[in-house]
C-alpha cells in the first residue's frame, strides 16, 4: 500500500522510539480500542452474530474477536505458504454475505512459492452463530478462486476482498511495481469482478470462466485475466470499501510523489450510483490523483475517469490513502454517528494520521464543514496512524484495524470511532421497554416478549442496518403489559430470509432497545 520510500520509511521506524499521538475528534464522539496488543491486523469483516474476524499480515492466522470476551485462543486458520516481508503478507478477507449458508471465508494474501497473489475461500465450522466454543476452517478445505495474479515485487500488492450488494466478489490489485502495465486491462492496477456463488463446495480450483461475468466491461477479450476486470489504471487499491445505500465502490488509491487520491466505481446495480461505470480508467500512470503522473507510457487515453477527491502528500515524508467507505447508519443504530454524516465519504492517511470527512455538495466531494470540536478544518480527526482497514459497523460506529502503534510488534488494535446513537430525554415514560426473545437461537421464526410504555414499533433489520421487516402490530401493545409478537422470519414481501443474524428494534419514541436474532432454517 506504500510506496518504495515509504517502506523504507516503515521499517526504519520500526528501530526507531516514537511518541504516540493521541487520537482526537470532534466533541461528542468516543474512540473505544477493543482488543489490543494484537500482532498487525490487517484486514477484517463482521460474522452477522457481530463477531469480527480479521487476518494477520505476518504471522497469516486468521482470528476471531468477541466484544466482552476477547479473541479466540485458538485461530480460526493459518494459511500455508503465505510470503510475508515488505507490504505482502495475508492482506485481505470477506465473509460470504449468504453465511452461515453456506459458511465460506474468502482470503487474499501473497503466495511464497510460486512467488504471486491468490485469492481462496475456506469453509467454516464450529462455533458458526457465536453461541460457543470456537470458530475454526479446515486448511484442507481451500478452494482457490483466482491464482497466477502477479506478485514479484514486494510493494504495490493491493490486498482487498469485499461483496458488492450484488453478491459479487470484488478485489483490488495493485500494478505490482509495474506502473505501465496497469493502463492494460487484466492482473495489475485493476479491480477484479468475480462470480462466486456457482462453485462446487469443498476443496479444488476454478477455471477463469468459471468466475467470469458476461457483462464484465472486457467478457470477449482473448486475455482470460481481462475478462475478470471490472476497472483498471489504478496504482494500489490496497483498500476498496462498499458503500451499503447505493452498492458503489469507494476506492482509496495510494499515490507516489504527490497526491493520494479517491476513486468511485459504480457497478450495473449501483442506485443513483456516484461513480463511474464497469471498465472505467482512473489513469494510472497517466495521471497521480489530479496531476500530471511521473512517467509516460505512450499516448494518454481517452476517457480518463479522474478521482472524485484528492490531497497533497508532498509536505509529508511519506503517505497512504485508507479509504473507510461511505457512511451509512440509521437512528436505530446504538452507536452512529451525527445524522448530518450520513451518505459522506470517511478516509484516513496510514502515516500521519489524519482522518478525513468528505461531503458531497452539487455534485462535487470535498471536505466536510466542521463540527464543534474538530481538531482543523481540514481533519475531523487526528491520531489515527497505521489503521490499515475502517469499516461501517452493524451498530453504526466506525470501526478500524490498526496494525501497530509507532510500528511496534505486537501493538495492534481493533476498535470502534463512535457517536451518541439515540439519546434518552430528559422525562421519559417511567415503564421501562423491555424486548426478550423467548428461544435462542430462532429457527423458521422468532417469538418476541414485549413490554413497552407507549405506542411503539418494532422492527427487524439486518447487520447492514437495511429493515427487513416492520410488525406494525406493535402499535397496539398497551403500556405496561407484556405481550407476544412473533417474526414468521420473511421480509416486507413476503419472502422468507436467509438464515443468519438479525437485529430486532423496540422504539418507543424517547426509548429504544435491541436484541440481537440469529435465525435457522
Request: aromatic fraction near 8%; charge should be neutral.
Amino acid at each position: 500500500m506504500t510506496t518504495s520510500r515509504a517502506w523504507l520509511l516503515l521499517t526504519l521506524l520500526c528501530t526507531v522510539p516514537a511518541t504516540a499521538r493521541a487520537q482526537r475528534v470532534p466533541d461528542g464522539i468516543s474512540v473505544e480500542p477493543l482488543a489490543t496488543s494484537l500482532s498487525a491486523p490487517t484486514g477484517f469483516d463482521f460474522l452477522p452474530d457481530g463477531r469480527v474476524i480479521y487476518v494477520e499480515q505476518f504471522t497469516a492466522r486468521v482470528r476471531v474477536l468477541t466484544v466482552g470476551t476477547g479473541v479466540q485462543v485458538n485461530p480460526v486458520l493459518t494459511v500455508a505458504g503465505v510470503s510475508s516481508g515488505g507490504e505482502r503478507g495475508l492482506l485481505g478477507i470477506a465473509v460470504d454475505p449468504r453465511y452461515p449458508d453456506p459458511p465460506y471465508l474468502y482470503l487474499y494474501y501473497d503466495l511464497a512459492s510460486p512467488q504471486s497473489i491468490r485469492i481462496s475461500r475456506y469453509t467454516l465450522s464450529g462455533n458458526l452463530d457465536g453461541t460457543g466454543g470456537d470458530l475454526v476452517a479446515s486448511a484442507a478445505s481451500r478452494y482457490d478462486v483466482v491464482d497466477g495474479i502477479p506478485g514479484a515485487a514486494s510493494n504495490h500488492n493491493g490486498g482487498t476482498v469485499r461483496f458488492g450488494l450484488d453478491n459479487l466478489l470484488y478485489a483490488g490489485l495493485g500494478d505490482d511495481a509495474s506502473s505501465c502495465s496497469a493502463q492494460t486491462p487484466g492482473f495489475r492496477g485493476a479491480i477484479l469482478r468475480l462470480e462466486v456463488r456457482n462453485l462446487p463446495a469443498g476443496a479444488g480450483r476454478a477455471f477463469r470462466a468459471q468466475v467470469a461475468l458476461p457483462d464484465n466491461p472486457f467478457a470477449s477479450s482473448s486475455d482470460s485475466a481481462a475478462r475478470l476486470v471490472a476497472a483498471y489504471g489504478l496504482r494500489n487499491p490496497f483498500r476498496v470499501q462498499l458503500d451499503t445505500g447505493t452498492g458503489d465502490l469507494v476506492i482509496a488509491d495510494v499515490g507516489e510523489n504527490t497526491r493520494e487520491e479517491i476513486d468511485i466505481l459504480s457497478p450495473p446495480n449501483a442506485v443513483g450510483g456516484a461513480g463511474a461505470p464497469l471498465g472505467a480508467n482512473f489513469g494510472w500512470p497517466f495521471f497521480e490523483g489530479t496531476v500530471v503522473g511521473p512517467t509516460s507510457c505512450g499516448i494518454v487515453p481517452p476517457g480518463v475517469v479522474p478521482p472524485i477527491w484528492d490531497y497533497d502528500r508532498t509536505s509529508q515524508a511519506s503517505a497512504a490513502t485508507i479509504s473507510a467507505g461511505r457512511y451509512r447508519a440509521n437512528a436505530s443504530q446504538p452507536h452512529r454517528l451525527p445524522a448530518d454524516h450520513e451518505g459522506d465519504i470517511f478516509a484516513s492517511d496510514y502515516y500521519s494520521g489524519a482522518l478525513f470527512r468528505l461531503h458531497l455538495a452539487s455534485g462535487t466531494w470535498s471536505i466536510a464543514p466542521s463540527i464543534p470540536g474538530q481538531p482543523s478544518a481540514q481533519h475531523w480527526g487526528e491520531g489515527f496512524g497505521e489503521i490499515s482497514d475502517w469499516r461501517v459497523g452493524p451498530d453504526g460506529a466506525l470501526w478500524y484495524c490498526r496494525q501497530s502503534t509507532n510500528f511496534a510488534g505486537n501493538s495492534g488494535s481493533i476498535g470502534r470511532v463512535y457517536g451518541p446513537g439515540v439519546l434518552a430525554v430528559p422525562g421519559a415514560p417511567s415503564v421501562a421497554l423491555s424486548l426478550r426473545l423467548r428461544v435462542s437461537p430462532a429457527v423458521r421464526s422468532a417469538e418476541f416478549a414485549v413490554r413497552t410504555p407507549a405506542a411503539a414499533n418494532l422492527k427487524i433489520v439486518d447487520t447492514a442496518g437495511r429493515v427487513v421487516r416492520r410488525l406494525a402490530d406493535a402499535r397496539t401493545l398497551a403500556p405496561g403489559t407484556e405481550r407476544s409478537l412473533v417474526w414468521d422470519g420473511r421480509d416486507e414481501q413476503g419472502r422468507e430470509v436467509a438464515p443468519g443474524v438479525y437485529v430486532a428494534f423496540l422504539d418507543a419514541g424517547s426509548q429504544v432497545v435491541s436484541r440481537r436474532v440469529v435465525l435457522l432454517r
